[in-house]
Structures are given as C-alpha cells and as structure tokens.
Nanobody, 123 residues
Framework: QVQLVESGGGLVQPGGSLRLSCAAS????????MGWFRQAPGKEREFVAA???????YYRDSVKGRFTISRDNAENTVSLQMNSVKPEDTAVYYC?????????????????WGQGTQVTVSS
C-alpha cells in the first residue's frame, strides 16, 4: 500500500510560479510511474503530467512549456514546477502512482492517489 501526500499548494498571481511536491511511502517508489492530475469545481479530473521509471515525461498540451514534472527516487518524491500560471490552472491538484514503467494519462491507470492540494491563481 502506497501513501501519497501532496504539499505546496496555495494562492499565486497570474504569471507567477508554484512548486508542488508529493511524498510517497509504503512502497518501492522507483517501481511506480507517477502522475499529476487536477480537478476544478464542476469539472472532471484531468491529466496534467506524468513521469515514468526512466524519467520519461508527458504533459497535457495546455501546460507544455510551463509545467515541469520531476522525480527523486532517493527521496521518494515527485514534484510539479508550475511557471507562468494562469487562472485556468486553478484546481485541486492530485498526485497519483501507477504500477507500471511508462507515462499514463488516464486516471484509470493509477492505483494510488493523494488527498490533493488546492492551487488558486488569482490577482
């Protein structure tokens, strides 16, 4: 059983930056593919970014060039660096872990989820 705890959310102005972190415990972190998802009020949960075993990455189009996902297998963490944020990035952000080596964009591919951290982009 893997436990995931997100941190780093908050209020940020448009054009600003925020770094989300997710700490994993209870499993062999390096054997999981990791992902970030988000859910805005009244909308479905959507894929943001994913990173595989060998640090291959995959992003949704709207965050390419602005967000960067990374992982530290020694620290059992995955991070999401968010730059040039926009009001439409406002959502609860979730970290997720999948039993696989690739990058996955479907929520159904993920086995474990964190509780989420709120990100609000507003002036």
């Amino acid at each position: 059983q893997v436990q995931l705890v997100e941190s780093g959310g908050g209020l940020v102005q448009p054009g600003g930056s925020l770094r989300l972190s997710c700490a994993a415990s209870g499993g062999i972190f390096s054997s999981y593919a990791m992902g970030w998802f988000r859910q805005a009020p009244g909308k479905e949960r959507e894929f943001v970014a994913a990173i595989g075993w060998y640090a291959s990455t995959y992003y949704r189009d709207s965050v390419k060039g602005r967000f960067t996902i990374s992982r530290d297998n020694a620290e059992n963490t995955v991070s999401l660096q968010m730059n040039s944020v926009k009001p439409e990035d406002t959502a609860v952000y979730y970290c997720a872990a999948a039993k696989g080596r690739n990058t996955y964009s479907s929520p159904a591919a993920y086995d474990y989820w964190g509780q989420g951290t709120q990100v609000t982009v507003s002036s």
